[in-house]
C-alpha cells in the first residue's frame, strides 16, 4: 500500500485549498526522516500517523523546517485518506497530538477537529503590529489580539477585504514581534459580507511565509469573534483568495453561559495523488 499522500483540505467547489501530506504506518521512522520526508514535499506541514496507545492514533506533524504541535488542514486530510481507503468509517475518533488529545468527526464525506478551548492571551498595539505592515489599516474597533486553540497566533483585524489583500508583510519584523507574544505568526482579517470573515495567514516561525487554509487559525479566529464581534455556534471563514487558492473552512463553536466549552473546525478535503 502507498504510504504517502498528496491531499488539499479545505476546498471550495473543487477548488482551492490547502496542501498537506499524510504519511501512513510511520511508527518506524526517526524525527530525523519524518523531517527529510516533509521538507522533501515541501508543503506547510505533512502529518505522519502511527497507532495509537492512549488515543485511536498518535499524529506528528512536520513543516519543512521543524515539528509543530497541531495542523488543522493536515489532521483533516490525514483523516480524510483513512477515510477513503476504508481504514476507518464514519464516526468520532481521537488523535494522540502534541498540543493533546483531540477528537476527529468523520460524517459524511467531511472531516470536523476537535480543538481545545480558547485562550485570549493578550492586546497587541496596533503601533507594534504597523512594524510589519506598511499601509495597513485597521478595524475600527476590533484589536488585534493573541488567541490560542492549541497554537498562539496575533490575530489583526483590518479595514475591508482591499486592505486585507494588499498587505506585503515585513517577514523579519514579523518574526520578531511573533517570538515577542510567543506565536508562531498572525492571522489577518476582514469582515466579510458573504461569510463571517476572509483571512490571509503568516506563520513564519516555523517557516511558512503565508499558506492558503489553515484549520487551527480559523477555529481561533472563530472564538475571537465569539468573544469580540458577535456570539452564535456557527461560523464561515474564508482563506486564500490573495494566493488564487479559494478555500472554506467551517467552525463549530459551543458555549455555556459566553464561555466556550468546544470547538469544532471541519471542510472538505481532496486526495490529488
Given amino acids: 500500500m502507498n504510504q504517502l499522500f498528496k491531499v488539499k483540505a479545505f476546498i471550495k467547489n473543487d477548488q482551492g485549498g490547502n496542501k498537506a501530506g499524510v504519511y501512513l504506518f ?61 481504514i476507518i468509517g464514519d464516526s468520532i475518533y481521537t488523535q ?56 498562539k497566533e496575533i490575530f489583526v483585524p483590518v479595514k475591508n477585504n ?18 515577542a507574544y510567543g506565536a508562531i505568526g498572525m492571522h489577518v482579517f476582514a469582515l466579510d459580507d458573504e461569510v463571517d470573515a476572509s483571512g490571509r495567514n503568516f506563520a513564519p516561525v516555523v517557516g511558512i511565509i503565508e499558506e492558503s487554509a489553515t484549520g487551527t487559525s480559523n477555529g481561533a479566529l472563530a472564538c475571537y469573534l465569539h468573544k469580540f464581534y458577535k456570539k452564535k455556534h456557527f461560523y464561515t471563514l474564508k482563506q486564500g483568495y490573495s494566493m488564487h487558492q479559494p478555500s472554506e473552512l467551517k467552525v463549530y463553536v459551543d458555549y455555556k453561559s459566553s464561555k466556550i466549552t468546544d470547538v469544532w473546525v471541519g471542510g472538505i478535503s481532496k486526495i490529488i495523488e
Fill in 26 to 86: 510511520a511508527d518506524d521512522l526517526t524525527d530525523q526522516e519524518m523531517l527529510e520526508i516533509a521538507k522533501n514535499l515541501g508543503y506547510s506541514e505533512t502529518a505522519f500517523v502511527m497507532k495509537g496507545k492512549v488515543a485511536d492514533f498518535k499524529v506528528r506533524f512536520f513543516t519543512p523546517t521543524n515539528e509543530v504541535d497541531l495542523c488543522g488542514h493536515a489532521t483533516i486530510s490525514t483523516f480524510h485518506v483513512l477515510r477513503k481507503l476504508d
Fill in 96 to 151: 494522540e497530538t502534541k498540543a493533546g488529545i483531540l477528537k476527529v468527526n468523520v460524517i459524511l464525506g467531511q472531516v470536523y477537529m476537535q480543538q481545545l478551548p480558547p485562550q485570549y492571551i493578550e492586546e497587541v498595539s496596533q503601533d507594534i503590529i504597523s512594524k510589519t505592515f506598511n499601509h495597513i489599516e485597521f478595524h475600527e474597533s476590533l484589536k488585534p489580539y493573541v488567541v490560542s486553540t492549541g497554537i
Fill in 162 to 179: 482591499q486592505i486585507l489583500n494588499q498587505l506585503n508583510p515585513n517577514i523579519q519584523e514579523m518574526i520578531k514581534t511573533s517570538h
